[in-house]
């Protein structure tokens, strides 16, 4: 579990959080729409997973089903007669909307460009090599570790030469990392009323490649909604009643993440044990590169980027 220091309340506003609740709530068709931002994985000569069916692969089930989302979010709002108020509207933006390969930057680079509330990476799994086809199930959710955020903290502290600032950006990204384990926990809990409990795999923050949720700008997990390689769970996958309960589920769990984070400021304190207080004061610029450099990928010797001088 992530245990950041600094309170999430001050990045609220910067976030999208509470200070624009009520006007999105109304449903007022002239206040811009709340911005979903949903990546289907892989896709061109990525095929990603195969079904037991010959011909679908990861890359047409995770399409599909971002489609359907989007339908879901756009098409038929959830109103909600008994709160007197109306659904907040939502606009999907879908960071690859055909059959062609997207680079994983790119779909990150979606996510920010749009100005997403929140970005879903949609993918189907597979056993690993040496176990066998069919053999695990279910669904899990993933979020950036605490080292990869520490670590994008750290390069948005080096991208401004002022300090100040420098606190302030390496702040927000510490508190979307926050906002992303809410949304994870989100998704899971819908999708457990979805599928059941028995198909709950959990929230984690590591095993999978999670350089998709890098940069986005934005509280991203990514969804591994089943295992296309099982005999049953993957012919669920692979045809759209199937898809069905996943589809609404994420959608529902897209509402709720947006309700409780936009109405109901006391929400990630309760998930998250945080620590109130300021932002602590940046580590020298030496030191945030010297980190930087510790952790830069061996095998492609990624240096860090130049420090700028503070001003």
């Not at 098409?75 to 709160?83: E, L, Q, V």
């Not at 509207?89 to 996510?111: G, M, P, Y």
Request: charged share 20%; hydrophobic share 45%.
């Amino acid at each position: 579990m992530l245990r950041w220091g600094p309170s999430v309340a001050l990045a609220f506003a910067a976030l999208g959080g509470p200070a624009r609740a009520g006007a999105e709530e109304a449903g007022d068709p002239a206040i811009p729409a709340i911005v979903v931002a949903l990546d289907p994985g892989h896709g061109g000569t990525n095929l990603g997973a195969a079904a037991p069916l010959g011909g679908v692969y990861e890359k047409n089930v995770t399409l599909a089903l971002a489609e359907r989302v989007r339908a879901l979010l756009e098409d038929a709002p959830d109103d909600r007669p008994d709160s007197g108020a109306a659904a907040p509207r939502f606009r999907v933006v879908l960071c690859r909307s055909a059959d062609r390969l997207v680079t994983i930057r790119a779909r990150a680079r979606c996510a920010k460009q749009s100005g997403a509330q929140l970005f879903l990476s949609l993918h189907t799994n597979a056993v690993p090599a040496g176990v066998t086809p069919g053999a695990q199930h279910g669904f899990e959710v993933f979020v950036l570790g605490p080292r990869e955020l520490e670590d994008d903290a750290a390069l948005a502290a080096l991208r401004t030469p002022d300090d100040v600032e420098a606190v302030w950006q390496s702040h927000v990204v510490r508190a979307t990392g926050e906002r992303a384990l809410a949304l994870a926990h989100a998704v899971d809990e819908a999708l457990t009323r979805a599928l059941g409990a028995e198909a709950r795999r959990g929230v984690k923050q590591s095993g999978a490649a999670l350089d998709v949720l890098r940069g986005a700008g934005t509280p991203a997990a990514l969804v591994e909604v089943g295992f296309l390689d099982h005999p049953e769970e993957g012919a669920r996958l692979a045809s759209a009643s199937g898809r069905e309960p996943i589809a609404q589920g994420l959608a529902s769990a897209i509402r709720a993440f947006v309700a409780a984070t936009s109405t109901e400021p006391g929400f990630l304190a309760r998930r998250l044990p945080l620590t109130p207080g300021r932002p602590a004061a940046p580590s020298s610029r030496a030191h945030l590169h010297g980190r930087l450099q510790a952790h830069a990928d061996p095998t492609t010797g990624s240096p860090p980027p130049t420090v700028p001088a503070a001003r």
